[in-house]
């Protein structure tokens, strides 16, 4: 059935189309470095989609949540193998992802006769000073990116393009945690928008445009961050580089997030 | 007729009192391998390097 090499191509091509309908309804990360670490945002409909890996490493993520907790246990795992093994300083995100999750995820992908990860996710690391942080991005396929100081998950590629857009724009560099986290919910609304919008439509956003300014409106974008939010939570982490001890994560309880947020949003936390 | 001129053979000195033979130049049979395996002390050096917090975190991370 797939012996002839061009059908191998259209079965992957399917499995592509297959996929990215799957991230359609998801719901985008963001990460983005703040004066003393990494703020990891998102919204989540009762299963958590942010966690701690190890010491210097949080994972964010979309997709199904099995393959999420799959992926999260397997680098666990590896985390804790090679912290034992060698050193806790050899535990580095980059290593995680190109020597073990990003070819496993690959694998799965182009191995037509097995099911694929429906999985996109962010591992961050924080870095020992300001500035050093990395943040690595691996898609359903396998292919992975590394940027520095922000990256984002979404439906498709031209939403993630728009958001990390917003965020350059909009952050100052470094900015604070109360700055970052306001940035992050209005980048985080911005993709959860355009998804809609290109679900609504049935077809994308064209890879071409770009957010028009009216999207750029906070008030636009807190009025439909207001009718997102309803019954869900936003789910905040921290990488903090000034926490004492080895281990550098630590989740944002909702009082301490409506503390950070700016007023103008109108959503109560309890 | 040709006449080939071979050299004249010399005898070396000879050491009077040869040396026996050490137990690994003995041609005896198969020795035991030399594996390099390690020291218990630096094993137990570099289990006490590490973090003893860290099993319980691992628990605490993979939600046990």
């Known amino acids: 059935m797939y012996e002839e090499p061009y059908k191998w191509v259209e079965a992957v091509g399917n499995r592509r189309q297959y996929l990215d309908e799957q991230f359609k309804q998801g719901s985008p990360v963001v990460a983005l470095s703040y004066d003393s670490g990494i703020l990891l945002l998102t919204v989540s409909k009762g299963t958590p989609k942010l966690y701690e890996i190890y010491d210097r490493l949080a994972l964010g993520g979309m997709g199904h949540p099995a393959d999420l907790e799959k992926i999260r246990f397997s680098l666990l795992e590896m985390a804790h193998v090679e912290g034992f093994n060698r050193s806790p300083s050899d535990v580095t995100g980059g290593r995680m992802v190109k020597y073990g999750i990003a070819p496993v995820i690959k694998q799965a992908f182009e191995e037509i006769f097995k099911a694929p990860f429906i999985a996109k996710i962010v591992l961050a690391e924080l870095g020992q000073k300001a500035g050093k942080d990395s943040l690595l991005v691996i898609n359903y396929d396998g292919t992975f990116e590394e940027g520095a100081h922000c990256a984002v998950l979404a439906a498709s590629k031209p939403v993630e393009r728009d958001m990390v857009a917003y965020l350059k724009q909009q952050a100052p560099s470094p900015p604070s945690l109360e700055q970052a986290c306001g940035i992050a919910l209005r980048a985080w609304t911005l993709g959860d928008r355009a998804q809609r919008k290109a679900g609504e439509t049935m077809s994308g956003p064209s890879p071409e445009t770009t957010q028009e300014p009216a999207a750029m409106d906070t008030a636009a974008l807190y009025a439909h961050l207001r009718d997102s939010v309803a019954e869900k939570t936003i789910e905040c982490a921290l990488l903090d580089r000034s926490q004492s001890g080895s281990s550098k994560y630590r989740a944002v309880t909702p009082g301490e997030l409506g503390r950070l947020l700016p007023k103008d949003i109108g959503i109560a936390f309890p | ?64």
């Open chain 2, 1 to 64: 007729m040709t006449h080939i001129a071979m050299p004249e053979r010399r005898e070396g000195p000879v050491d009077p009192m040869p040396k026996q033979p050490g137990p690994s130049e003995e041609g005896g049979g198969p020795k035991r391998p030399d594996t390099g395996s390690p020291e218990k002390d630096n094993l137990l050096k570099r289990m006490r390097k590490v973090d003893p917090k860290q099993a319980e975190r691992y628990r605490q991370r993979t939600g046990e």
